[in-house]
């Protein structure tokens, strides 16, 4: 589809076009509903991934839990699919809140005029307090939330090295140890995996839709 065939389905051109200002209208609910799924997310996540830690430092920080290394290993492997899922719920909110927001840019013309995409902005700072600290800055909150989400992914990488690390590094390799080696590259490998099939199997389909109709026959005996 290209601008001019945009423009005929939706009556761009056309301020009195009830398919225009119908489109217009639902594609503002539709951003805002996106944006408030977004943080809904972000906050569902954040209490999985809070409870991850404190279960992982709690379990550390016992004196009378054995193998404290191996199941804070497993709880570091847990926080990290979990962190890991948030990344992608990210990066698929956003994906769907621009394209919401590249619609109200085609809509809005004839509507309520270039709003959307007009910004306003300071002409300068008055000072460097201003500049740097309370002055307003051109920052997208929610890619700052997904640095956030990177950076945490970071932090359980290094939290399951320390985990492993210790763990192995106390085996005498003796039959059950074996054994606990085969069950750290189990669960290693089931991180990674669970990992590599969402990033890869998480999309959303872009492709023709052909959805298969089922009527359910309902009657009164």
Known sequence: MNQDDY??????????????????????????????????RATYFWALIAVAFAGYFSILSSENIPSKFFLSFMVSCIGFVFTFAWFLSSRGSKYWQENWENHLDLLE?????????????????????????????SISVSKVNQWVCFFILLIWVLLLSFSTYNSLYSLDLQLNEWFK???????????????????????????KHSPKVVARETEIE
């Open 7 to 40: 423009n005929s389905k939706f009556g761009v051109k056309d301020k009195y076009s009830k398919t225009l200002k119908a489109a217009f209208n639902q594609v503002s609910d539709i951003r805002k509903f996106e944006i408030e799924l977004y943080w809904k």
């Open 109 to 137: 013309d004839e509507i309520t005029g270039p709003l959307y995409k007009t910004l306003l902005e300071r002409p300068g700072h008055e000072n460097l307090a201003e500049k740097f600290i309370t002055g307003p800055m």
């Open 181 to 207: 080696i085969i069950m750290y590259i189990s669960i290693f490998i089931l991180t990674f995996l669970s990992c590599f099939m969402m990033f890869n199997y998480g999309k959303t389909h872009k492709k």
